[in-house]
């Protein structure tokens, strides 16, 4: 467990979503309610990260409806740009700028060949997709490591790019002197792993071609009703949480803790005697009363904040990640 000290500054924090495809329940409970948790305990800086999305094609109005929509997903959710930094990656050129010079400094082929998300996300096309979308991981690396960043809440899927920024960060410090700090990745413990409504052996997608897969933040009320009555269940009819025997009644399960006001433990307890159909129902219930009260939230904010947030925080991580810069051109020898 991480520990604050309260005689020294907070401990940075630094965590960002690309704005492609829908954004699920799974990316809720899994980030960004662990985000909104932290933001009383250390300096919380949230990114939309729009150069991560462009490593697969995209159409460019799309992708300005995404930037915004993802930003008004993390407000609704309860990040508040009053306690935390939330800006768009793309306006703050200290980004690219950084990951070019870890591409030369500190980032090897050896690295990137190992990355299972480039393997998976590629498949058998290795050959023929683009160069961002294999060396993404060192533009992520250098997003975190420009802000001294203490500690990044990721999912367990984004483990091996924290390592990869560490790596790189030890290896240029190795060769320039202390410059980067050395990041750690937190991995939310309950939840971290949302499973899909259908296939409770694959992690619930945004990128998935059967949408009845996922609940999307942004769902019609009654298609995410629908959604939770078709999900698959296990064999039996007793309501018990084993994610070997029962992966997909423990799924479910968890999202209804997650969303709802009950531990796992408590529901066992609660629907001992009871089928499926019933629990069902009213985990449909508390997704709905969730997704209802959040695209409240959601509604609230119009695109005119959504720009003036995102600009407010360019301005702050623009002086930051300046300062850090002038260190690193100093330190190669290009100022």
Known sequence: MIRENKTEKKQTIFSGIKPSGDMHIGHYIGAISQWVEMQDKY????SVVDYHAITVK???EELKKRIIEITKIYLAAGIDPEKSIIFQQSTVPAHTELGWIFNCYGAHIADLNKMTQFKDKAGKNQ?????GLYDYPVLMAADILLYDTDIVPVGEDQTQHVELARDIAKRFNNQFGNIFRLPQAVVKKEGARIMSLLDANKKMSKSDDNQNNSIALLDDIETARKKIMRAVTDSGTDI???PIEKPALSNLLTIYAMLGTR???RLVKDYKGKGYGDFKKDLADVVVKFLTEFQDKYNRYSDDDVWRILEEGRVKVAAMSEAKMKIVRQAIGVR
């Not at 300096?43 to 949230?46: G, L, P, S």
């Not at 050959?127 to 160069?131: E, L, M, N, Y």
Request: hydrophobic letters at 35%; aromatic letters at 12%.
């Open 43 to 46: 300096k919380c800086i949230f």
């Open 58 to 60: 995209q159409d460019p």
């Open 127 to 131: 050959d023929a997709v683009s160069v």
């Open 240 to 242: 018990d949480y084993d």
């Open 263 to 265: 531990e796992v433990k």
